[in-house]
């Protein structure tokens, strides 16, 4: 099919299927459309309806939704046809579910009290905006966006439509990361002078190759949907299904990577130093950006106060690196330093005057060590990771209060991630890139201020909020 023909199929298909996504107007008023709550009892499960069935859905599956108090799955849809049957046929006990290969026909004939966007980054925002506008509450998978600018959309879309918004990076839910952030902020180490992240791996730039055969399910419209804003390539299975490798589709997906990991352990600084509606002032590349592995993997004895590597398998990547600093207007300095083979890869160290804290999502060190021996009990991890993040957006749904992960909050993690992948690109050596976390904005950057945002293909232009 030529290409021409292809846009033809993917018009029909905005037309005839449900709505366009740059005009659009709700068919129906759910309940859920004030987002005050009021209407969700508090006895009742909230109504979900799942958007993406690829590995993180199943690992929700799996190991998540089985623990998860006020859930009721509804419905689920993703493009391809066999992966919906062989999603419904292995969760049986999803019983009265029904199975969608368009979201918007599913949030249209369902009405869901919300949907969970656990597809590629490059589709998330694009999802969640029709989702928010057709009247659902949103939970999105981190990163929740491609762009800075893409980000920011987001909040203002959820401020628009006043609706419940829970960002995937679930440590701000966990108990012992909570506890271990409060103690920081309380003064435990005094006042703050450094914290320290790691310096994680770059989205790759993707050649062209050859086209492959479909997969079943697979086909030039729904290949076409799913690349949504991205440039329409070739099919090739190392994008569909490798698509967190490379930089059209997300900043760096990959285990020890900028907006993989990154996004989990940048929100873990925001949220240590209370940075939670703001960002850096100043960025400084510390050395050339050039192709590395994400560290040295000589085996060692974590000293007695570090986490241990161990923790996160110590995954060996490849890609874009260069060690970078930021500072915030506080006068406290970041450092993306750590390798992939030591420190915490999903937390930071924060160190003050009086002590430092180690904080890796399962596991805390510190130095003196009584800092965090004494934890309470309550304060422990004891269910399954997300089990404690999903539950907190259920409950803002129910009461109408702003979710630990809300979308802002979001916005500034995925933000720092956008941040080390821009300067790495943009900057020299040495010199003080200046930031405006209210503005979002370079100030002394123009090619930085150029990668903010992207053009997005023709007919996945973001809904007009205005």
Known sequence: MKRDQRRILRRDFVKSGVLSAAAFSPLFVPRCVFGDGVNVGANESVKVALIGLGGRCAWLCNHEFPSVSGIKIVAACDLMQPRIDAFMNRYKDLKAAQGYTDFRKMIEKEKPDGVMTITATHQRAWIAAIAMQMGCHVYIEKPMALTIEEGRYLVNAARKFNRITQVGTQQRSLPLCKWACQQVQNGAIGKIKVVQAPNFVGPNIWTD??????????????????????????????????????????????????????????????????????????????????????????????????????????????????????????????????????????????????????????????????????????????????????????????????????????QRSTTLCELVNIVRTTAKVGEKITWDPTNEKFKNNEKGNELLKRQRRKGYELPDIS
């Open 209 to 410: 190759q050859p086209q492959e055969p479909y997969p079943a399910g697979m086909n030039d419209e729904t290949w076409d949907t799913w690349t949504n804003q991205a440039p329409l390539r070739p099919y090739h299975r190392r994008i569909h299904l490798g698509w967190s490798n490379w930089r059209d589709y997300d900043a760096g997906g990959l285990s020890f990577g900028v907006s993989g990991w990154g996004t989990h352990s940048y929100d873990q600084v925001n949220m240590a130093l209370g940075m939670n509606e703001t960002g850096p002032v100043e960025i400084i590349l510390e050395e050339e950006c050039t192709i590395q592995n994400s560290g040295k993997f000589v085996a060692r004895k974590p000293t007695d106060d570090e986490t241990g590597a161990a923790y996160y398998g110590g995954a060996k990547v490849t890609g874009p690196r260069a060690k970078m600093k930021m500072f915030f207007a506080n006068g406290v300095e970041l450092r993306l330093h750590l390798d992939g083979d030591r420190g915490p890869g999903l937390g930071c160290i924060v160190t003050g005057e009086n002590g430092k804290i180690e904080i890796n999502r399962h596991k805390l060190s510190s130095n003196p060590k009584e800092l965090t021996a004494n934890m309470p009990d309550e304060f422990k991890n004891k269910r399954p990771e997300s089990v404690y993040h999903i539950e907190n957006w259920l409950e803002c749904i129910k009461n109408g209060k702003k979710c630990n992960a809300d979308v802002e909050y979001g």
